[in-house]
């Protein structure tokens, strides 16, 4: 009883769920990026006032930093998943590459990553680096596999990785389709090839990947 009471002074409604809320915000996110979306507009689809809605959250972009630790841990499980699968380097690189193509192609009024563009030109600095700290994560994790056969090389050609995503999210987001993002993937996968045979030791051949 306390609890339900403690609620209605905060003005949020009974059945308020908060990973229910959460959900939808990503939702919202994902669809128009983060300044495409006010507080009174999820706040409506939320059910809840903007006073409830501040209550319950702290601000925006407090509650695209729970958006996206969600993510993360939901649709951005494919990169950890595509790098800790067997392979070489060469190999979870192109798994990677192939599987951002395909999950960043159109589906259900969604595009791309929400980490790389959700905040994309918002002027919200906090979100801007909300953004940025996930980015560097996923880099640094690339990195560690990457170093593990090229050492002296795996910032750089994480860099490489990173920016072939960014490509992949942006071209998804300006309405490409998953029939040309997956000939883009392949064309990366190709160019990371030469990479690692430029000024390194060969890697295996791509032969039966993907």
């Known amino acids: 009883m306390v609890a339900i009471k403690k609620d209605r002074q905060r003005g949020r409604p009974r059945g308020f769920d908060r990973d229910e809320a959460i959900a939808t915000a990503q939702q919202l996110f994902q669809e128009r990026g983060y ?3 006010g507080v009174a507009e999820i706040g409506k689809a939320l059910g809840i ?8 959250f702290g601000s925006k972009a407090a509650l695209f930093s729970a958006v996206l630790d969600r993510y993360a841990g939901s649709f951005g499980r494919f990169v950890p ?9 060469a190999t979870k690189i192109a798994r990677l590459l192939r599987e951002a193509a395909r999950l960043y192609a159109k589906a259900g009024g969604v595009a791309g990553c929400l980490v790389i563009d959700g905040a994309r030109g918002s002027g919200d600095a906090g979100a801007r680096a909300l953004t940025d700290r996930k980015m ?3 880099r640094a994790m690339i990195a560690r596999h990457i170093a593990a056969e090229y050492p002296a090389r795996a910032d750089e050609l994480a860099s490489i990785v990173m920016i072939a995503l960014k490509g992949l999210s942006a071209a998804a987001r300006d309405g490409a389709s998953g029939e040309e993002l997956s000939s883009f993937a392949d064309t990366m996968v190709a160019g990371f090839h030469v990479a690692l045979d430029r000024n390194g030791k060969p890697s295996p051949a791509f032969a039966g990947e993907g």
């Open 35 to 37: 300044e495409g979306v």
């Open 81 to 89: 998943e595509a790098l800790a699968a067997d392979g070489n380097v």
């Open 136 to 138: 560097a994560e996923s």
């Open 49 to 56: 006032t903007p006073p409830s809605f501040y209550n319950a």
